[in-house]
């Protein structure tokens, strides 16, 4: 009997009091949250506060959990004050998720809608981008740039921006952002109708709630630089081309350069790349105040944010804030959102083309000149790169004010009226300064000159809707009623003037030469009117129905053709409520999906059913006088109309094993017809380079988007892994203008790279085809007739069809910017010890099957002129060893013999023209990139409490850190060289990086701080 007391005794000794706190992943206290003893009876929940008391003893498990949150099983230690972190269910069949004008439980939806996790979007500087590029299957990003689900059209391709119900909302800071969903097929897109085509990314912001006013701090900064450099030759290396180009000429020829005739003593040379090139920084903040009752509630957050290019002379600032509020009293309900901007860019014209040819023999500066910048020689004619960033500079300035004001009221029990009414203004002002300067003989502009122009553009949005909801037994309805309308009002003046007194005094009226004062103005306007309607059905949970309707009318389109009708309907069947399910418990949820409907497109320029013309700079002497002319600008078509796109998606939603593991597949059939294309017609009709548009054309994209996760919590252990996947099929149907449309021009040669052809995918490359280098005389021979000029290391190109003439006729298809599927995965995991939480995370993002025509090989693989050149053209074939003996210097230079490779011989001029469009230039572009790595730690509770503080995390991380990838350019992520077309995607070099600038390195730190 005494040895069981002293057991008892033993075993009650070991009992103590557990003081714990329940909190979410953001580090809010959770209320209300169920605490169980595993084994036992004994349970508990959390107060106001997400704290709780029990005793317990080491060794014990306890069972958290609550609703919305994944369960987590703690292991008690020796600590007597734990506190433990719940992850949001993110498949809760609770879930509501936004829908275009209005909202819908997750489980519900019966359309293709992906909902993105707003966790990871603090977790990286540009956070939305990156997140929409790695985990959302059929999302393709390439510099900015967002395609869903292929390229529908010729132009344009951007999904609508919808942000808290505004069509075309300013993107919000990624800490104000609630939740974001993608909107992917017809079903989910047709309630926007013409602007549905691409695509629509709904966002949501934060809002206040009731309770006590917090302040919410989020800040980081980082520095970056070029993710990967392209090297090029040194000094001596290119005096040694140079002088082998001259060499491969003529052999007899005497007049090589004197300042090249020694290689070995000019060394190292110079490198203008380098000196263009920085370690750019960045940094941003967002500190937000919250709070509110249950009736009014606000959010109010400013940001301040720097960024330094990795590009010498450009920076800009950004300032913004945005309020927040929401007003109930009694059925009446009133909010809005409204965020205004500001940012200031500094910057000057820099060609990298230019820096890339300069010559590495030539120093960079030149203390005897004006300008303290050397000028160009030794046979490079080009300008100095690094003096134009520093002899000219640009401001802009953008100003804009955007967002929505919104009441609603219940008219009856489920019957809501709500009216929206939106604003988009931005104001925009240009400043653009050319310095009176003398760099070199190639480079000279006097007298001085500037430019100004200003532009403001006003966008009106009202919306009135109905929604109707009720529940009849099993039934339950909600229907949705609207009409819209937007306007649109652009005015622009720009002008210009030489000659100021001063680089300080940039005033338009100060120039001395009057003549040279020159003025210009501009004005649009575009309008849309808009009916709209929906329909859900849900039978017992089980069978789902949705119908969605818009009609929309613009002004972009004649009378007769105005109005458009935008119909959709899906349906749904959630498997998993059927009663035979429960003989499947691991299945949690099991639904098909399906989807049909008509989307359009209007996105052409203004004015386009009627003749245009042009007042801008026209002016002809009609008896010695000047007088204003007009110059016709745009043909007419009447006839022109929507471009309309068909819509198919059948999809299958998976999770098992208590929600832990979910899948969803999709497959979708997308066909654009009615094409808006701009089709060539002779000059001779009196229009410059402004073609009519015409609808005529048809194109279909194919594909599945398939998604996968599983995620679990094991005592203080979670862990989130997740993947997808996306395939396309790109086919053009049908085309006018003899079914081909030529594009994609390079520089220089103006040569159309790109082909668009019935059978094939937009915007393939277009040019010869090669045969490797010639390599023995009988391919010299066998080629004469029309390679009268080729030597050995030239390159071959392939008379396709055999008429010893090459020419047009022998081009061919070179490949597809198109990639075969585009994919990414992404980790999470966090460890929730007593001293605090650690958390990993990463991103990873790549495509497979996708090619790049990479021009900028064009000068950096030339070697026809004196241009510096890529260091892989030290790999340049020779036929024979070459023993070089200077005429001017007497310097003896050894060229080895080189047959194994790829890259021509050097000779000046290119008499073979090896340079034409082909196949040499283009490269695969697959690329897997780890586009985020993020490391964190998060302050334990005891802590926090002490401070007073509900949450403060710090972390640190690296972006775009590890590439893999065959191309040899700047960066495989090439983006298109114009916005409003996809027929020039994937050139890499077709401007001087302008919108394909080179994604950079970049490593960051931040903190999170909530009081």
Same mark, same amino acid.
């Given at each position: 009997m005494a040895s069981m007391l002293m057991s008892i005794g033993r075993l009650s000794a070991q009992e103590k009091v557990i003081h714990g706190k329940i909190v979410s992943d953001q580090g809010k206290p959770i209320i209300g949250a169920s605490i169980k003893v595993k084994d036992?009876?004994?349970?508990?929940?959390?107060?106001?506060?997400?704290?709780?008391?029990?005793?317990?003893?080491?060794?014990?498990?306890?069972?958290?959990?609550?609703?919305?949150?994944?369960?987590?099983?703690?292991?008690?230690?020796?600590?007597?004050?734990?506190?433990?972190?719940?992850v949001a269910s993110e498949i809760a069949v609770d879930e509501v998720v936004v829908v275009g004008y209005g909202k819908q439980k997750k489980v519900d939806l019966t359309s293709s809608i992906a909902v993105v996790d707003t966790k990871d979007l603090v977790k990286v500087p540009g956070g939305t981008i990156a997140t929409l590029q790695s985990a959302v299957p059929g999302v393709q990003v390439t510099n900015g740039a967002i395609r869903i689900r292929g390229v529908g059209s010729i132009n344009g391709t951007d999904p609508l921006y919808v942000v808290d119900g505004m069509i075309g909302g300013a993107m919000p800071d990624e800490n104000n952002i609630a939740s974001i969903q993608v909107l992917k097929d017809a079903a989910s897109s047709a309630i926007y109708g013409a602007r549905g085509a691409n695509g629509v990314i709904l966002v949501t912001t934060k809002r206040g709630k009731a309770g006590d006013v917090k302040l919410d701090y989020n800040a980081f900064a980082g520095i970056k630089n070029i993710s990967h450099n392209v090297p090029l030759l040194n000094g001596q290396q290119l005096a040694e081309l140079i002088n082998e180009e001259m060499y491969n000429k003529d052999p007899s020829r005497q007049d090589y350069l004197a300042a090249l005739s020694k290689p070995s003593a000019i060394g190292q040379g110079y490198n203008m790349m380098n000196e263009l090139l920085q370690?750019?920084?960045?940094?941003?903040?967002?500190?937000?105040?919250?709070?509110?009752?249950?009736?009014?509630?606000?959010?109010?957050?400013?940001?301040?944010?720097?960024?330094?290019?990795?590009?010498?002379?450009?920076?800009?600032?950004?300032?913004?804030?945005?309020?927040?509020s929401d007003f109930t009293k009694g059925k009446l309900k009133i909010g809005e959102?409204?965020?205004?901007?500001?940012?200031?860019?500094?910057?000057?014209?820099?060609?990298?083309?230019?820096?890339?040819?300069?010559?590495?023999?030539? *120093?960079?500066?030149?203390?005897?000149?004006?300008?303290?910048?050397?000028?160009a020689g030794n046979g490079t004619d080009v300008q100095s790169a690094l003096a134009n960033a520093y002899l000219n500079k640009n401001v802009n300035d953008n100003f804009s004010v955007n967002g929505n004001a919104w009441a609603t009221y219940e008219i009856i029990k489920g019957l809501v009226y709500k009216f929206n009414m939106g604003i988009d203004l931005s104001r925009v002002r240009n400043e653009g300064y050319i310095g009176n300067y003398s760099v070199g003989q190639y480079q000279n502009h006097s007298p001085d000159e500037l430019n100004i122009s200003s532009s403001q553009n006003n966008r009106w949005l009202f919306e009135n809707t109905l929604t109707y909801e009720n529940n009849f037994g099993k039934h339950a309805i909600s229907a949705l009623a609207g009409i819209t309308?937007?306007?649109?009002?652009?005015?622009?003046?720009?002008?210009?003037?030489?000659?100021? *007194?001063?680089?300080?005094?940039?005033?338009?009226?100060?120039?001395s030469l009057a003549s040279s004062r020159l003025v210009g103005s501009g004005v649009g306007q575009s309008a849309m009117y808009s009916m709209l309607g929906r329909i859900n059905y849900n039978y017992d949970n089980r069978y789902l129905l949705t119908f969605n309707m818009r009609r929309d009318g613009s002004a972009n389109f004649s009378n007769q053709y105005r109005y458009g009708n935008f119909p959709s309907v899906s349906a749904g069947w959630r498997i998993s409520q059927e009663s035979f399910m429960k003989a499947f418990p691991a299945i949690s949820e099991l639904k098909l999906r399906g989807s049909y409907g008509l989307?359009?497109?209007?996105?052409?320029?203004?004015?386009?059913?009627?003749?245009?013309?042009?007042?801008?700079?026209?002016w002809y002497y009609l008896n010695n006088v000047m007088v204003t002319g007009a110059l016709p600008q745009t043909p007419s078509n009447p006839n022109v109309k929507w471009e309309s796109q068909y819509s198919t998606d059948l999809g299958l939603d998976l999770e098992l094993f208590d929600h832990k593991l979910a899948l969803t597949v999709d497959y979708y059939n997308k066909k654009t017809e009615d094409m808006l294309i701009n089709v060539p017609i002779s000059f001779t009709a009196g229009y410059v380079n402004n073609f009519p548009v015409l609808n005529a054309g048809s194109i279909r994209n194919r594909g599945w988007d398939i998604l996968a996760s599983y995620k679990d919590q094991v005592g203080n252990f979670g862990y989130r892994i997740g993947a997808n996947i996306s395939f396309v099929k790109n086919r053009v149907l049908s085309l006018g203008n003899n079914n081909e449309i030529l594009w994609g021009s390079i520089s220089p040669g103006g040569e159309n790279v790109t082909r668009t052809a019935v059978g094939r995918s937009v915007g393939e490359f277009w040019g010869y085809t090669t045969n490797g280098l010639y390599t023995n005389q009988a391919q010299l021979d066998e080629d004469k007739a029309f390679a009268p000029n080729a030597a050995l290391g030239d390159v071959r190109f392939n008379d396709r069809n055999g008429d010893k003439v090459l020419n047009d006729q022998d081009k061919d298809f070179l490949g597809s910017p198109i990639p075969d599927f585009s994919y990414g995965f992404n980790a999470d995991v966090s460890y929730n010890s007593a001293i605090g939480m650690f958390d990993l995370s990463m991103m990873w993002q790549g495509s497979?099957?996708?090619?790049?025509?990479?021009?900028?090989?064009?000068?950096?693989?030339?070697?026809?002129?004196?241009?510096?050149?890529?260091?892989?053209?030290?790999?340049?074939?020779?036929?024979?060893?070459?023993?070089?003996?200077?005429?001017?210097?007497?310097?003896?230079?050894?060229?080895?013999?080189?047959?194994?490779?790829?890259?021509?011989?050097?000779?000046?001029?290119?008499?073979?023209?090896?340079?034409r469009a082909s196949n040499r230039f283009v490269e695969e572009g697959s690329y897997?990139?780890?586009?985020?790595?993020?490391?964190?730690?998060?302050?334990?509770? *005891?802590?926090?409490?002490?401070?007073?503080?509900?949450?403060?995390?710090?972390?640190?991380g690296a972006k775009n850190l590890l590439t893999f990838t065959k191309y040899s350019g700047y960066d495989p992520e090439v983006g298109s060289g114009d916005t409003r077309s996809n027929l020039s995607r994937g050139i890499d070099g077709q401007t001087p990086w302008g919108l394909s600038f080179p994604n950079s390195k970049e490593y960051f730190f931040g903190i999170q701080i909530l009081f």
């Open positions: 036992k009876t004994l349970s508990t929940s959390t107060n106001e506060k997400g704290e709780f008391v029990l005793k317990l003893n080491p060794g014990e498990t306890i069972i958290v959990s609550n609703v919305g949150y994944n369960h987590v099983e703690y292991v008690i230690g020796n600590s007597s004050e734990i506190s433990i972190s719940l370690t750019g920084n960045y940094q941003r903040h967002n500190l937000s105040v919250s709070g509110g009752s249950q009736n009014a509630n606000f959010r109010l957050s400013g940001i301040y944010a720097t960024d330094k290019s990795i590009i010498i002379q450009d920076k800009n600032k950004y300032y913004g804030t945005q309020f927040i959102t409204l965020s205004l901007g500001y940012t200031r860019r500094n910057w000057s014209d820099k060609n990298i083309i230019d820096a890339q040819k300069w010559s590495s023999t030539l *120093p960079l500066y030149d203390a005897n000149s004006s300008t303290g910048f050397a000028g309308s937007e306007e649109s009002r652009y005015n622009a003046v720009n002008a210009g003037a030489r000659g100021l *007194p001063s680089p300080d005094v940039l005033i338009l009226n100060s120039a989307l359009g497109n209007s996105d052409i320029a203004q004015y386009q059913y009627q003749r245009t013309v042009s007042f801008d700079h026209v497979q099957g996708n090619d790049i025509y990479n021009n900028s090989r064009y000068w950096g693989e030339g070697m026809y002129h004196y241009y510096n050149n890529f260091a892989s053209t030290l790999d340049r074939y020779r036929a024979e060893e070459i023993i070089f003996k200077n005429p001017v210097s007497g310097e003896t230079t050894v060229y080895p013999k080189n047959t194994d490779t790829d890259i021509p011989r050097a000779v000046l001029g290119d008499p073979n023209q090896n340079l897997l990139r780890l586009k985020v790595v993020n490391i964190g730690y998060s302050f334990s509770s *005891p802590t926090l409490d002490r401070w007073k503080i509900d949450r403060l995390r710090f972390y640190v």
